[in-house]
């Protein structure tokens, strides 16, 4: 069993380390992007033939290797698809979670078996110690959909070892996914240019509840860090040494709270550390501040769920949105014709 438990470890690692891979090729397709920007700006000025022509093959080698990174995300995404239920299910995990899940008596294994087209004790056969069968895909889609959890969690996270609080946040971070893949949630997007330069009033205030003035020492061109004093995102992962790193994201929420996606980075870094960058999510409640929920650098399981969340409602970003008022006006139409009827009152048909 302690063979089993182990290679369900190395399963995880392998697991985070090819999202790793995703976000590095993510970043380096941003940079390469910025870069096409800088140039193509260039090109529309003043510019010598010798240089447009350098300025444009330049353009074309970045255009080129964009396209190449494309492709590795492509490939990296199948095989996270694959993933799952070849080389990283692991039926401890996975039965060791349902038994946690079920002692909430909410649901009965029979149930499961039953919806699963399983016969009666399915489960505790494949249980057993001298049974090196896996479950079948469907009775572990219908126990994850019974019993309210995603199939990641089921099958990757241990759930026997979270602390109440953990489970109680795991829960949050799930419905936020499933919410947001279901359209049912406004998010706003800020973008790193926006929240790089923020600037205050003459009273000091910024007007953003993450961010504040401050002064510290930070590394620049000379011998010696020096002082300075700026507006700053105060991060759990790199204090005020914090830059962002890309797009972020926040979501309005009960009595005047917000919830905060930060795309982040070490203000000061080296090419190619990975370390320097990070994901963390805030809460800010009006009288209580700002509370640090999760983040994909901790050594817990919350850090699991921290790259879907964000991978989610980015994807989710660039479909269209429509506000209530206006969907009230197209199911208007939808369900009753309903087209104008203000104009009855107009002299002119």
Same mark, same amino acid.
């Given at each position: 069993?302690?063979?089993?438990?182990?290679?369900?470890?190395?399963?995880?690692?392998?697991?985070?380390? =090819?999202?790793?891979?995703?976000?590095?090729?993510?970043?380096?397709?941003?940079?390469?992007?910025?870069?096409?920007?800088?140039?193509?700006?260039?090109?529309?000025?003043?510019?010598?033939?010798?240089?447009?022509?350098?300025?444009?093959?330049?353009?074309?080698?970045?255009?080129?290797?964009?396209?190449?990174?494309?492709?590795?995300?492509?490939?990296?995404?199948?095989?996270?698809?694959?993933?799952?239920?070849?080389?990283?299910?692991?039926?401890?995990?996975?039965?060791?979670?349902?038994?946690?899940?079920?002692?909430?008596?909410?649901?009965?294994?029979?149930?499961?078996?039953?919806?699963?087209?399983?016969?009666?004790?399915?489960?505790?056969? =494949?249980?057993?110690?001298?049974?090196?069968?896996?479950?079948?895909?469907?009775?572990?889609?219908?126990?994850?959909?019974?019993?309210?959890?995603?199939?990641?969690?089921?099958?990757?996270?241990? *759930?026997?070892?979270?602390?109440?609080?953990?489970?109680?946040?795991?829960?949050? *971070?799930?419905? *936020?996914?499933?919410?947001?893949?279901?359209?049912?949630?406004?998010?706003?997007?800020?973008?790193?240019?926006?929240?790089?330069?923020?600037?205050?009033?003459?009273?000091?205030?910024?007007?953003?509840?993450?961010?504040?003035?401050?002064?510290?020492?930070?590394?620049?061109?000379?011998?010696?860090?020096?002082?300075?004093?700026?507006?700053?995102?105060?991060?759990?992962?790199?204090?005020?040494?914090?830059?962002?790193?890309?797009?972020?994201?926040? *979501?309005?929420?009960?009595?005047?709270?917000?919830?905060?996606?930060?795309?982040?980075?070490?203000?000061?870094?080296?090419?190619?550390?990975?370390?320097?960058?990070?994901?963390?999510?805030?809460?800010?409640?009006?009288?209580?501040?700002?509370?640090?929920?999760?983040?994909?650098?901790?050594?817990?399981? =919350?850090?699991?769920?921290?790259?879907?969340?964000?991978?989610?409602?980015?994807?989710?970003?660039?479909?269209?949105?429509?506000?209530?008022?206006?969907?009230?006006?197209?199911?208007?139409?939808?369900?009753?014709?309903?087209?104008?009827?203000?104009?009855?009152?107009?002299?002119?048909?």
């Amino acid at each position: 069993m302690e063979n089993r438990k182990k290679n369900s470890d190395d399963n995880v690692d392998e697991k985070m380390s =090819l999202r790793r891979k995703q976000e590095e090729i993510l970043k380096q397709i941003n940079e390469l992007e910025r870069q096409r920007f800088t140039l193509r700006k260039q090109a529309e000025g003043k510019l010598s033939a010798e240089k447009l022509k350098e300025s444009i093959s330049k353009m074309d080698q970045i255009e080129e290797t964009v396209h190449q990174l494309e492709n590795e995300l492509i490939i990296l995404d199948n095989t996270l698809g694959e993933f799952n239920f070849q080389r990283n299910f692991d039926k401890y995990i996975c039965f060791s979670n349902i038994r946690e899940l079920l002692k909430e008596g909410k649901v009965k294994i029979g149930q499961i078996e039953k919806d699963a087209g399983c016969q009666p004790g399915y489960m505790s056969r =494949l249980d057993k110690p001298d049974n090196t069968s896996d479950p079948s895909i469907e009775f572990v889609v219908t126990a994850a959909k019974t019993l309210g959890v995603s199939l990641d969690s089921l099958i990757f996270i241990d *759930l026997a070892k979270l602390t109440p609080t953990e489970k109680y946040l795991v829960n949050f *971070l799930e419905k *936020l996914n499933t919410d947001t893949l279901a359209d049912k949630l406004n998010w706003n997007r800020e973008t790193a240019d926006k929240l790089n330069r923020y600037e205050a009033d003459m009273n000091g205030y910024v007007d953003h509840p993450l961010f504040s003035l401050e002064t510290f020492y930070e590394e620049g061109e000379c011998e010696y860090p020096e002082e300075v004093t700026r507006i700053v995102f105060t991060s759990s992962s790199f204090g005020v040494g914090t830059a962002i790193d890309g797009d972020c994201f926040n *979501l309005k929420m009960k009595n005047g709270s917000y919830l905060y996606l930060m795309d982040i980075c070490k203000s000061v870094h080296k090419v190619g550390d990975l370390s320097a960058f990070a994901k963390e999510i805030w809460m800010y409640t009006p009288g209580s501040g700002n509370h640090l929920l999760a983040c994909n650098k901790d050594a817990t399981m =919350l850090s699991f769920f921290v790259d879907p969340l964000f991978a989610t409602v980015k994807e989710r970003m660039k479909h269209p949105k429509i506000k209530k008022e206006l969907q009230e006006v197209i199911d208007a139409f939808l369900q009753h014709d309903d087209v104008g009827e203000d104009d009855l009152d107009l002299p002119f048909a």
